[in-house]
């Protein structure tokens, strides 16, 4: 139910349910945290998610939902995308509605094809996302687009998206994998501090002083690695740095 492959450094992570517009059911949400390990393991440095067919992600699998189970591995497999170390793209290409949205939060950056359509219908049906999707679409999109999506349950097509910072850049599944490859190409170890520090100041308030140190930490360790003198030697060899990320 869920492809996964690596190549050229990017790796895929693809919903492939299309008869059911890849709605999420318990084993699909199992899947993800098995596709995030086999992402990391075979050393890809960015990620791209998408869905089979017409649909990024219908929502959740309705004939499983409203189960305790159904809440662990649906938050398990969320969290397991959002905490991999390397850059992450959804190709969000239709329809990301409920959990479909939340997977797409769940990524760093969104591509939205113009048949893209978002949406938190919640309210509609009784249910709630956790304070961890709230949090991040707010971060995200803004409080305005928040509340229309908690409050309304409006829907947001690409254009509108783009225009509120819910989508990073419009596209179809090729421009995705253009800026994952790209991505790709940059120092690893930058983009894992730049990640990590961006998820602990972005949540408001002051993140706990372990966590700074832990991330100054990084930072002197981005300045000590080799990859920096390779940067420096590609400028004045007026070249493309080929970052190994040590």
Request: overall charge negative; some cysteine.
């Given at each position: 139910m ?56 219908s ?57 893209a ?99 100054t ?10 990859d ?19």
């Open positions: 869920i492809s996964v492959s690596t190549h050229d450094d990017v790796g895929l992570i693809e919903l492939n349910r299309p008869e059911r517009r890849n709605a999420l059911d318990i084993a699909t949400c199992r899947q993800l945290v098995d596709a995030a390990a086999e992402v990391r393991a075979a050393g890809a440095r960015a990620v791209v998610v998408a869905g089979n067919g017409p649909a990024f992600c929502g959740a699998d309705f004939g499983e939902v409203y189960t305790d189970e159904f809440l662990d591995a649906l938050y398990a497999g969320l969290h397991a995308v959002a905490d991999l170390p390397m850059p992450t793209v959804a190709a969000v290409t239709g329809p990301a509605i409920g959990g479909g949205l939340q997977l797409a939060l769940a990524c760093d950056l969104r591509v939205a094809a113009p048949e359509v978002f949406g938190l219908p919640t309210a509609r049906l009784g249910l709630a996302v956790d304070p961890w999707t709230i949090e991040r679409l707010v971060q995200i999109a803004g409080g305005g687009t928040a509340r229309s999506l908690l409050l309304a349950c409006a829907t947001v097509d690409a254009t509108t998206a783009h225009a509120r910072g819910l989508a990073d850049t419009l596209g179809d599944r090729d421009a995705a994998f253009a800026l994952a490859r790209d991505i790709a190409t940059m120092a690893p170890l930058t983009l894992a501090y730049n990640k990590r520090s961006v998820d602990a100041f972005g949540r408001g308030g002051h993140p706990d002083p372990a966590v700074v140190d832990g991330l930490a990084e930072f002197r360790g981005c300045w000590a690695a080799e920096i003198a390779e940067g420096r030697a590609a400028r004045i060899e007026k070249r493309t740095p080929v970052f190994r990320g040590r």
